[in-house]
């Protein structure tokens, strides 16, 4: 089956730096992805989509200037958490679709970010 | 706005029971409803996909149905395992354009041997 390769998976940052995580596709090219946020606990929440070649697109209540976005090529997609601050902390996941098909989801590993 | 819903939210069973996990969702125009697995502090792996089309999938002891039309769903759990023990979400995608998951809060399974 298709693969989604995210990377780091665990991650520990002082507050006010920035973070990046990588979501690969690594046998199929995926023109969206999509960005999740889990907490303790909890489900996960849709962020925001991301297109290749084009802005992401964000769900309400999810600041772009802090959750920056970039999908730059068909197998790669990268969250940077900016200025991080401790109530980032939680766990990251990205998921990518076969475009074109009706397949299922493929979801990353996820990213567990501790801000401190 | 599409709601998922999952009871229960936790569940705690002896080796070899066969088991049944509920998920309802308030809008029942949905492309499919998939299940997965997550266990504490990995991704998600994917168990079953149902077509809105569909009203079952099997895989191995798993097995999903879907009443679309009363928006639900079960997974079927047949002589548990304590390697079963994991939070189970479903998840219902609206449309067939993008993803738009929709998640239910999951119910976390301790399989007791």
């Known amino acids: 089956g298709a693969v989604v390769s995210q990377h780091p998976s665990r991650v520990i940052c002082k507050s006010g730096t920035s973070v990046k995580i990588e979501c690969r596709s690594l046998?199929?090219?995926?023109?969206?992805m999509f960005w999740y946020r889990q907490f303790p606990k909890q489900s996960l929440m849709l962020m925001a989509t991301?297109?290749?070649?084009?802005?992401?697109?964000?769900e309400q209540g999810v600041e772009k200037d802090k959750f920056l976005i970039n999908h730059a090529s068909l197998t790669l997609s990268t969250l940077t958490v900016t200025s991080a601050h401790p109530e980032d902390s939680s766990f990251y996941i990205c998921?990518?679709?076969?475009?074109?098909?009706?397949?299922?989801?493929?979801f990353g590993q996820g990213t567990r970010l501790t801000v401190v | 706005k599409q709601e998922v819903t999952q009871i229960p939210a936790a569940l705690s069973v002896p080796e070899g029971e066969n088991l049944v996990l509920n998920c309802s969702f308030t809008?029942?125009?949905?492309?499919?409803l998939q299940w997965f697995r997550q266990d504490p502090g990995k991704g998600l792996t994917s168990l079953l996909l149902?077509?809105?089309?569909?009203r079952e999938q099997t895989s191995g002891r798993l097995n999903a149905s879907l009443d679309k039309s009363s928006g639900r769903s079960t997974l079927y759990i047949a002589a548990s395992q304590p390697g079963d023990s994991a939070t189970y979400l479903c998840?219902?995608?609206?449309?067939?354009?993008?993803?738009?998951?929709?998640f239910g809060g999951g119910t976390r399974l301790m399989v007791k041997p």
């Open positions: 998921s990518a679709r076969v475009p074109g098909t009706n397949t299922e989801a493929f």
């Open positions: 991301s297109n290749e070649g084009s802005k992401a697109t964000y």
């Open positions: 149902i077509q809105s089309s569909q």
């Open positions: 046998d199929f090219q995926a023109t969206t």
């Open positions: 809008d029942s125009a949905i492309y499919n």
């Open positions: 998840a219902v995608r609206v449309g067939n354009a993008g993803n738009m998951l929709t």
